[in-house]
């Protein structure tokens, strides 16, 4: 469920239901109401919350699992180290 997925992503970035409130600029009880499934977020919304939690929209809504690392700024040696070792632990 999105509402789950929402709690899950901010728990794992330790961020508050306030916290996550003020960078979508939006009320502490928004968010609430999305993680308890009371209301959804809308269509605009779930796109700011997919860009602050760096993931797809396919990531929160349950259709694809894969994550992304943001590596803007990195060097492509950098990158393909972690590539490297992303490899060396899925093996």
């Known amino acids: 469920m999105l509402g789950d997925k929402i709690r ?3 728990l ?6 306030v916290e996550l409130a003020k960078i979508l600029d939006v009320t502490k009880q928004s968010v609430s ?3 308890n499934e009371n209301i959804q977020p809308s269509i605009e ?3 700011k919350i997919a860009d602050a939690f ?9 259709r694809d699992d894969r994550r992304y690392l ?9 990158i393909q180290n972690l590539q ?5 632990i899925r093996n």
Do not use: C, H, P, Y
């Open 45 to 47: 919304m779930l796109s």
């Open 84 to 88: 490297s070792i992303i490899d060396e």
């Open 33 to 35: 109401n999305w993680e």
């Open 8 to 10: 899950e992503i901010r």
């Open 12 to 17: 794992a970035k330790k961020i508050s239901q």
């Open 70 to 78: 943001d590596v803007t700024g990195v060097s492509e040696k950098t």
């Open 54 to 62: 760096n993931v797809s929209t396919d990531f929160l809504l349950s």
